[in-house]
């Protein structure tokens, strides 16, 4: 099934200021990322008839896309708020890719950004990380999101003799290629000792081993392919697009080790026509360091069972067989909540321009794009191309 393949293309792609942003208000950073796409792509707001946003966790609006509509004075005929979690960011690129080819729309603006490092209390981050557990079999005991994912390690380690080792090579390669992206927050290169001896935090997860928190915003923007080529950039199409639900609380995962990812990832290979062995590099949602080794086995770049050994050999950093998180990942580039994979959006946009400078991977043509949201529950997967196809 073809479905959506090589019908829209994104032709424009920014990110805001990131990392501690005091002076802009979640509202502000999500227009900023909108102006800045929009002048990538050349087009003023009076072009712009569709747009996406995500609700804000440090700025909520009951209405959030029409509430930046109206802030911006836009007026589209597409206008969709989507729900929370990292699934959805990249779930909302088919739909805006349906609205366009169906002719609900012609040029869509998504735009997402919050505040979490600046414009929540403590009190407030931790009342939203232990909101997610279910409400009578999980909060009661206490366990936080961190927590939910050392279960994931937990169990992984069990399973297949996984070591800490593992998940600790993860955070080296995302931070080796932050090093490389002078917008990264955290750019200092660290070693597996420097993960494995920073403070624990829910065993056997450490403190790099888990994902920034962040102020920051980033948009695209998405139109019908007939036109890509009356913008300035080399234009980026979606070829394949898949979703994949498994639970929603982690007490009724059926699998702790393996997860829906093997649905969304089949679902995107087929509408696009290729698989694993395609990909340049993928971009993977890396809020803790299990969930990237867990991805890599689902979605087919290695054996279940040899996600260790498989970020052990060197493959996912850049030379390697498939480059991960190129910008630096939510472990070290940004992780502002719901937009966090924005950034793996807009980084795979720059990668296959071929405007990535000192962290480009050679010669891409085609990424993968992974999302997840809640605690390994939903899954988003994009496949992205230069060509049509």
Not at 211 to 232: K, N, W
Not at 242 to 249: D, K, V
């Amino acid at each position: 099934m073809t479905g959506l393949r090589g019908k829209v293309a994104i032709v424009g792609a920014a990110d805001t200021e990131l990392g501690s942003v005091p002076h802009m208000s979640a509202t502000q950073l999500c227009v900023d990322a909108a102006l800045r796409a929009m002048a990538d792509a050349g087009i003023e707001k009076k072009d712009i008839d569709g747009l996406i946003t995500c609700n804000s966790m440090a700025q909520p609006y009951m209405y959030h896309a029409e509430a930046i509509a109206e802030y911006m004075q836009i007026f589209p005929r597409y206008c969709m708020s989507a729900g929370a979690g990292g699934g959805t960011t990249f779930s909302v690129l088919h739909h805006a890719a349906s609205a366009i080819a169906t002719g609900m729309a012609d040029t869509i603006l998504i735009s997402m950004a919050d505040s979490l490092r600046s414009g929540l209390s403590r009190d407030q981050a931790m009342a939203m990380q232990s909101s997610s557990g279910h409400a009578q079999f999980e909060t009661p005991y206490g366990a936080t999101v961190p927590a939910y994912y050392g279960l994931i390690a937990q169990a992984h380690m069990a399973q297949y003799g996984t070591r800490p080792e593992h998940f600790a090579e993860i955070a080296v390669a995302c931070r080796h290629h932050a090093s490389l992206n002078p917008g990264a927050q955290m750019r200092e290169p660290i070693t597996v000792d420097d993960v494995l001896n920073s403070r624990m935090i829910a065993d056997p997860l450490h403190l790099l081993d888990c994902s920034l928190v962040s102020d920051g915003g980033a948009a695209i923007i998405m139109t019908r392919a007939e036109r890509a080529g009356d913008f300035p950039h080399q234009p980026v199409y979606l070829l394949g697009a898949g979703e994949g639900y498994g639970h929603e609380h982690i007490s009724q995962a059926h699998s702790l080790t393996t997860s829906a990812a093997v649905d969304s990832g089949r679902r995107a290979y087929e509408m696009a026509g290729l698989g694993p062995a395609d990909m340049d590099f993928a971009q993977l949602y890396d809020c803790f360091t299990p969930t990237v080794l867990i991805e890599l086995e689902d979605l087919g770049f290695c054996a279940k069972g040899e996600g260790g050994d498989f970020v052990q050999s060197g493959a996912i950093k850049l030379g390697g067989s498939i480059p991960v998180n190129t910008h630096g990942g939510l472990l070290s580039h940004c992780h502002p909540g719901n937009p966090g994979s924005m950034f793996a959006l807009t980084e795979a946009v720059t990668q296959l321009r071929h405007g990535a400078g000192a962290r480009q991977v050679a010669a891409a043509e085609v990424a993968l794009l992974h999302a997840q949201g809640g605690i390994m529950s939903s899954h988003s997967s994009l496949i992205l191309g230069r060509d049509r196809q």
